[in-house]
């Protein structure tokens, strides 16, 4: 682990915010309404890049200049914080081309979730705390911001800590329809599942299941074992909606490797069940499968970890902008999510 974890400082009224596309694009609806979002809610400033006007094609060929992009942005010293047009499935080919001693030097506060953990996970490993957060879905889907995202979205534009997490009264998986102007069916939250007694306290590592599991597959942006002693692994599967029995092979390897028993602590994001493009369909229990295989492993591997289930962060609505590399305190006698 980093001998120091930096928090690049927050965000202020009127601060520019650079919009890039180091994943995916979006269509420039979509980017012009987040873009106003930014500035009508947030006070914000968006300074938009390049590649946030560039289509897939172009994207997908030039990932040097995707990170050359992103490391500009850092070392704007105009530019507060940098945000990310959408998710994608490529992210892991720029990593490769970042150079960490343009990004460390001026540490910045960096948002976007999915594909963008890939990023997230490389600062992680140079000491950056980053944020779980992107234009889209993020701010643009639904006729307004929801009370709850925007609650924390301000906590981690403006402020050293989203502090203590509370269940949102609500919740929803439903695919986003930017073009409806219609809202989403919710469901009232029947609270977060936790599993152990001991209350523990460690920075997050992880993200996306799918992200994570490419890094173990590559080898190539992992930390040293000994740098996950102590920390909370975050977990959240997104609209892939993996078979609960494939999340449970790869924590399984996690654990062959020596890798699962470092954790303290396992945070699970709220699954998303649904999408478009999804080739199976998820039985209604599919959350507690879910969990099921998550313990089965986690009772062999790493007995005495604390977890929580379905935490307000990654593909499901609403949800906070995890901060990989925050501390993080898993408090089971109050159920209590804390970030330092």
């Given at each position: 682990?980093?001998?120091?974890?930096?928090?690049?400082p927050p965000l202020g009224p009127g601060s520019r915010i650079a919009v890039?596309?180091?994943?995916?694009?979006?269509?420039?609806?979509?980017?012009?309404?987040?873009?106003?979002?930014?500035?009508?809610?947030?006070?914000?400033?968006?300074?938009?890049?390049?590649?946030?006007?560039?289509?897939?094609?172009?994207?997908?060929?030039?990932?040097?200049?995707?990170?050359?992009?992103?490391?500009?942005?850092?070392?704007?010293?105009?530019?507060?914080?940098?945000?990310?047009?959408?998710?994608?499935?490529?992210?892991?080919?720029?990593?490769?081309?970042?150079?960490?001693?343009?990004?460390?030097?001026?540490?910045?506060?960096?948002?976007?979730?999915?594909?963008?953990?890939?990023?997230?996970?490389?600062?992680?490993?140079?000491?950056?705390?980053?944020?779980?957060?992107?234009?889209?879905?993020?701010?643009?889907?639904?006729?307004?911001?929801?009370?709850?995202?925007?609650?924390?979205?301000?906590?981690?534009?403006?402020?050293?800590?989203?502090?203590?997490?509370?269940?949102?009264?609500?919740?929803?998986?439903?695919?986003?329809?930017?073009?409806?102007?219609?809202?989403?069916?919710?469901?009232?939250?029947?609270?977060?599942?936790?599993?152990?007694?001991?209350?523990?306290?460690?920075?997050?590592?992880?993200?996306?299941?799918?992200?994570?599991?490419?890094?173990?597959?590559?080898?190539?942006?992992?930390?040293?074992?000994?740098?996950?002693?102590?920390?909370?692994?975050?977990?959240?599967?997104?609209?892939?909606?993996?078979?609960?029995?494939?999340?449970?092979?790869?924590?399984?390897?996690?654990?062959?490797?020596?890798?699962?028993?470092?954790?303290?602590?396992?945070?699970?994001?709220?699954?998303?069940?649904?999408?478009?493009?999804?080739?199976?369909?998820?039985?209604?229990?599919?959350?507690?499968?879910?969990?099921?295989?998550?313990?089965?492993?986690?009772?062999?591997?790493?007995?005495?970890?604390?977890?929580?289930?379905?935490?307000?962060?990654?593909?499901?609505?609403?949800?906070?902008?995890?901060?990989?590399?925050?501390?993080?305190?898993?408090?089971?006698?109050?159920?209590?999510?804390?970030?330092?």
């Amino acid at each position: 682990m980093p001998n120091v974890f930096t928090t690049p400082p927050p965000l202020g009224p009127g601060s520019r915010i650079a919009v890039a596309a180091p994943s995916r694009p979006i269509d420039e609806s979509m980017l012009d309404r987040a873009c106003e979002r930014l500035r009508e809610t947030f006070d914000l400033e968006p300074v938009v890049f390049e590649s946030a006007h560039k289509d897939w094609e172009w994207l997908r060929d030039n990932p040097q200049a995707r990170a050359e992009e992103i490391m500009n942005a850092f070392e704007d010293p105009t530019i507060r914080g940098v945000i990310a047009a959408t998710g994608g499935d490529d992210q892991i080919r720029l990593l490769k081309h970042l150079d960490p001693d343009r990004l460390t030097a001026s540490p910045t506060r960096f948002y976007g979730y999915s594909d963008n953990d890939n990023l997230r996970l490389f600062l992680w490993n140079h000491g950056i705390v980053s944020y779980g957060a992107t234009l889209h879905p993020t701010l643009t889907v639904d006729p307004a911001i929801h009370p709850y995202l925007e609650r924390y979205l301000r906590r981690a534009f403006f402020q050293s800590s989203l502090g203590v997490v509370e269940p949102a009264p609500e919740w929803t998986d439903e695919w986003f329809d930017f073009d409806s102007g219609e809202s989403r069916e919710w469901h009232q939250n029947t609270g977060r599942t936790w599993h152990g007694e001991n209350r523990v306290t460690g920075r997050l590592w992880g993200g996306t299941f799918a992200i994570v599991k490419w890094h173990l597959q590559t080898n190539r942006y992992l930390p040293a074992p000994a740098e996950l002693d102590g920390t909370i692994l975050a977990l959240e599967t997104s609209e892939d909606v993996p078979l609960p029995r494939e999340v449970r092979y790869t924590l399984r390897t996690m654990g062959e490797r020596g890798l699962l028993e470092r954790f303290d602590g396992l945070m699970m994001g709220r699954p998303q069940t649904f999408s478009p493009d999804l080739e199976w369909e998820p039985p209604a229990d599919y959350g507690e499968q879910l969990r099921e295989e998550v313990l089965s492993v986690l009772d062999e591997y790493n007995s005495d970890a604390t977890a929580v289930f379905d935490v307000e962060f990654g593909h499901a609505d609403p949800n906070v902008p995890l901060p990989l590399g925050a501390k993080a305190t898993l408090d089971p006698a109050v159920g209590r999510v804390r970030f330092e």
